[in-house]
């Protein structure tokens, strides 16, 4: 199996062990978990898209971080590049059973071509909105050839309702979607009344579930409530 994704895999297998035990109730390791889980510790390569090197062993799953970011536009260029042929190296040497992707991208395109011809399973994994944008002539033709090489998958993992309506959006068969969402809480429950809420008094309260970090944009949401 391998299993292409962004991120350390390295940091998250270390966290998590090979077959993990306990898996938080959704967070940025309850997908990666329950892969683990279910995979139950047979042979596995995690490749994850970082910032840096680096490769990590667990029993018979092993994961390789590939530095694929820089600021310098050259560099960033070079490391894309360079991580797209590395993957092509070990798609043709180990000729992978089963690929889960949850990149997009030259990675992505490259993964499922590998499908076509070396006939693994091939499923998407889709984290990652699907922005169409006029800004550049890259950005568009990279736009189109996401969608393109989405239409190819028989098969989407979509996380949350937000992306499925994205993918719709642009043709996908539903047919293809499965949806895999985190189990949320109720935290307000039905018998929330109007009443509990004027209770609060008039001051301004703001409820936010999930992780405080800046790509979930909290912060900008707070900056607007002030």
Known sequence: ILYLKYGNACEELKLLTNVP????????????????KLNNGKNCDIISLSNKFNNFGSGNIKAINLRYRSNIFYL??????YSSFYLLYRFIRYRYKY??????????????????????????SRHAPIY?????????????????FTQL???IICHGPFIKDQLLKNNINNSKIISFESPTPDFIGSDFSKSRLYALGKKKYLLFVGRMVKEKGIFTILEAFQ
């Open 21 to 36: 035990k306990n898996i938080s109730c959704g967070g940025p390791y309850y997908f990666i978990g329950t892969f683990l």
């Open 76 to 81: 960033n260029a070079l490391l894309k590049t």
């Open 99 to 124: 690929i889960l992707c949850s990149v997009n991208g030259p990675p992505f395109w490259i993964s499922i071509l590998i499908s076509y011809f070396f006939n693994p399973i091939f499923v998407l």
């Open 132 to 148: 169409k944008t006029n800004n550049s002539i890259f950005r568009s033709i990279f736009y189109k050839f996401d969608i393109f």
């Open 153 to 155: 998958c028989k098969s």
